[in-house]
Structures are given as C-alpha cells and as structure tokens.
C-alpha cells in the first residue's frame, strides 16, 4: 500500500469491518441516491435544507470525546514526536467541531486556524465556553469565555481564526506557519481536480515539523460500499451530483497517499479498516477511474503526513 517517499507504516492498526459497515438505512442504495439527487434537482434554497437536516454533518459535535479528547490526543502525539505542543493548528473542514478552539488554546496550541467551504460552526459563544468547561474540568487552563458575546469574540479569545470558502482562504495563513493540520473524513469530499492544489496549499503552510493526522472514508457515503464508483466521471463530477451532498472523489488509498507525495509529503499509514472481499460496486467500477484492486478492500484509513 506504500507509495514513494513513504514513511514506514509502523504500529498500523487493522481492523476487518463486519458486514454492513456504514450501510445506514436499510433501504436499497440505488433509492438513497436517487432521493438525494431528485432533491438537489429542485435546487432548493441551501439554508432551508441545512435547517431540515439534508446534507448536515452528522458527527456528534458535542460528545466530550469530540470536542476535548480527540484534540487532546492529536497535541500529546504531535508532543511525543516534538517533545513540545504544536505552535499552530489547522483543521480543515470542522463543522460544528470550531467549538474545538477552546480546547487548542487550553492544551497551550496558537494560533489556531479552522477553514471550511461553508458556515456550520455553531454561533451561540455557549458553545465555545462549553469546551471551555470541559477543558478546566480536566485539569487544563482554558481561557474564560464569560464575557463573550459572540461567536467571533470567543474565538478571539481562544486564539483562533475561522475562514471560509475554498482552498484559496489558505492563502491568508502565513508560510511554514503550522505544525498540526488535521481533516478527520474530508479528503474524500475534495473534488478530484481540486485536490492536488489543497495538498499543495498545505505544503506551503506545514512548519518543517509539521504533522498532518487525516482520516478519510472511502466507502460510498449512501449504502456504505463502492456503487458509486459505477458512474462515468462526466455524470459524477457535474453539479447535480456536487449539489446533492453524495460527492466523493473516488480514489483509493495509494492514490490519496501518491497525491500527498506528489506535494510534497511522506505518509505513514496508522489504522486501516478493510472489507474481506471487495463491496457492492467495486466489480462494476467505471474503467476511467483507473483504481488499484487492492484500493476496493479499504473502507477507511487514519494517515500521518509529514513534509520532505
């Protein structure tokens, strides 16, 4: 599964998925799609969708786990390496998990940086002093959001910066200013031709030090297997297919990894979960999308990047 400029995959955890993995609601694939694309075809207004719940993150932003643990735990493996707390944090594609920034600025982490293609970060500062409550409840100094009054305010005291729209918002973070870039499954949502200008933006970000943590589904997002894969590039990369929220790119594992070479990164590969044979679809893909048979047995993979 290695690419060139690979760093060893050390300590690589693997797990088998069981069946069903990600398959959601037990209706037919084929129905889910069809639902979701009929919908992005009446090109309702995006606002009133996002309040009905379509195409909503569907984490759950608010476990503890979430908010505080998973920071904590990507800042103890960046101090493990560096022997200190990353300087500036960058995640991409957050959410509602902007709320994170209390928990950056508590684990001693600054600036922080959180960029996404569209506002969902919650606005009520509650939020943030939330975090910020769970962050003094274990023992760590976060700042005190009492007296703000907005989203932007909390922020600001927490050391953070939220940016939105595509990847030229990256161009106001300075150069070789971040040594902890996390996406936790948004790769796979990047456009296919946009992605290798992210890595490179990302390139230009990284500290020599830093350390990108990337966790990214390659399963179909509707039915959990690879039946989107069936579709020829010239319907997939349309835009109804882009509006209707089902929108991944498609690659495989060591595509994703040779694009990370390819600008400039080594990847270590850190949990793999794997179908033991390929899923629906896999047999049926398009010939263009030329995937390596053994990209159809990986359903999710955690990567650690590192700059050359």
Known sequence: MSAGNDMQDDAVRQDVVPPGYASGARVPWWSKMAAK????ALRLPHDLLRRAGVNRHSFIHEAESRVLGEPMHHVARFTTLHGRPPRGVLEIGPGRLVTRAAAYAALGCGPVWFADVEDDAPADPAAYARTAELARAAGLPA????????REEALAACGATYLLGG???????????????ISDVVLE???RDALPGLLAALRRLSAPQALGVHAI??????GGALNTLRFPPSFWEGGLVARSGLYVNRL?????????????FATRLIDLRRWPAPPPGASAAHPALRRPGADDLVAFARLEAEPI
């Open 37 to 40: 694309l009929a919908i992005a």
């Open 143 to 150: 700042p005190s959001l009492d007296g703000a009054t907005t």
């Open 167 to 181: 990847t030229e918002v990256l161009s106001t973070i300075p150069e070789a200013s971040v040594e902890l870039v």
């Open 189 to 191: 949502h990047v456009r």
């Open 217 to 222: 589904d390659f399963h179909d997002h509707v």
């Open 252 to 264: 495989g594992l060591s595509q994703i990894r040779t694009a990370f070479t390819e600008a400039g």
